[in-house]
């Protein structure tokens, strides 16, 4: 029987459509149709100036919009050679950071969403409407920031921003033992997650899979950490793997616990962070004109989803002439019909969920 | 105050025993009727609030008196039940029509028949049947048939998945719940509802009530068993599968809106009530006060065998909000490999035990 989920369903996470052969509740082939949330990004990039493409990031990882953001301006700064001074650097960490948890809070109550479990979804939010709320303090948008600029960003922290962040740090990292012990340890979602859609080390390198999908197979590849971009190399932390606590290596409960302990580890890096973050103008470096040279540069940023990379390519004029962005989600998706068939209906979902994806990101 | 005495009074006047007995079901049927609204409205509310406190919301607002302009929002339910009274009831043009229709209402006599039986009071009880445990889990099987017509009848394919989860699970649920009410029967040899509450009179060991659930170890571990199968029965999470809002949309009652939608909603809950009224009567004493010897009059009855029934539901509550889904074959797994065997040991732990200690 050919089962459509979506476009129009509870957990397909936004406007994508599978279409699942199955026999009885055994899923044997699953074919995912995209296309559904497809604006035409690239395209509209080449038509804009540099600094207009910036709010387009936003709108395609609308969950992560500081670190779509991020990813855009490190490439463009290294087009033009731009040296940002160090508040900027810093801000822009503590606001990656901060989205990387936020966006993780979602991943994670959607999650348990997925599963069945209401109430943790609502902790999480609620606690990320604090982080939003933070957001809202210092650049006036909840979802779509439009903060980081090229050589700068948009507005300067509030006065008392680390005095809220560190209130809000205190109050959050004793939350995520509330998460666990409501939905981690719970033994239904053990059984639920454990063992279910395994992605062996080897067939997540060949499909592309990066992030903590990646590192939920037990591969320790982290950009932060490997081909550190903006300031990440002056930070301590430690990048979480699978171990296969409850179940094989690469299982859907491994993806989930990596999410879970990236939180802290995110959390240890804004302490960090606050704590050396420098005085200074962020605007001094912000380029007056952007015209970068002929060239081209590809970058990749480690966003929550994964290895966000964009190749930027600059004919000297004020747009660029074509913007590509590789969306770890995509590539996410692309390895669920290999890991789901075989399980039932409900695992599909499971699966999908696991895998964290966007579909603001995928279709662009 | 059964249904019997209103045919004895009726009959007094009225020669035509037809017409009295008719006239007697109807007058006993209203209450009954009555009180599976009333259940289902007040559940909806307390539901939707118990849940806002869990998840840390404030819960439906606005609606009826408060504190302050509606504060606790207690006409919400009304407000929805009006809201899906005067909703377009849409039927889809390939569904099977007749069945898609008559679907509602077999589920809604198999929550309706079960209420009939429940002892609420030594005095108030509409039926007092000599099989009474036995008539409330048959009728309470009816709603399957209902389940899988509505599933069938809808032409789709969320709602075929649905119904037949929901039929494989009841009809799995419904063996470990009947093995498991053995014990009490075997206990208090007999399956009327008033003579299994009688016998739970009096006290053990001086402080406990002298229920069924405290009398054994196997007993104790029946009721469990008994409750959870009841959960699973109702297709309440973490049993609720067949509805599974992430997986199959809305499970066997996608394509349905309206006030057929509002009859399934109703069903539920009444059969809630059923089956938390059948675990009271069971294994918590029924109409029997918690404090032996206190509080037994039949009134002091009636409100500690709802106390019973609404704690009992609130449980579920509790349940539903904290829980994950579980999957379909471990939903089989947990019926078929641990709670049947266990059930089986149990039977025969208390027919031991009955042996040797009395």
Redesign the interface.
Known sequence: ?V?NIGPQ???THGVLRLEVMTDG?IVSKITPHLGYLHRCFEKHAENVTYEQVIPFTDRCDYLASMNSNFGYVVAMEDLMEIEVSERVQYIRVIMAELNRIASHLLALGVY????????PF??ML?DRERILDMFEYTCGARLLYNYMWIGGVSHDLPKDFEKICFEFLDYFEPQIEEYNN??TY?K??I??TADVGVIPADIAISYGVSGPNLRGSGVNWDVRKDEPYSIYDRFEFDIPTGTGEFGTLGDCFDRYWVRMLEISQSAKIIRQALKDLPGGDVFETMPKKIRPPKGSIYRRTESPRGDLGYYIMSDGTPSPSRVKMRSPAFTALSCLDEVSSGW????V?AILGSLDIVLGEIDR | MTVDFLIDLFSKFIDVPVVAFLLAVTIAGIPLFVLMALNATVAVYVERKVSAFMMDRIGPMGQGPGLHAGKWGVLQTIADALKLLIKEDTVPASADKLLFKMAPFIIFIGAFLGIAALPFSSVIQVVDFNVGVFYIIAVASVGVIGIVMAGWASNNKWSLYGAMRSAAQIISYEIPAGLSIIVPIMMAGTMNLQSLIEFQTGSVWGILPNWIIFNNPFSFLAFFIFFISAVAETNRTPFDIPEAESELVAGWMTEYSGFRWAVFFLSEYANMFVVSGLAATAFLGGWQSPIPGLFNSPLWGLFWFLGKIIFLIFVMMWFRWTFPRLRVDQLMHVCWKVFIPIAMLNIFGVGIWKLIIG
């Open positions: 029987m089962l369903h509870p957990s509740e348990g969403l997925d599963i069945g479990a209401f109430t609502l902790y609620r409501l939905l719970n239904i979602f059984e639920r039932m209906i409900s695992d979902l």
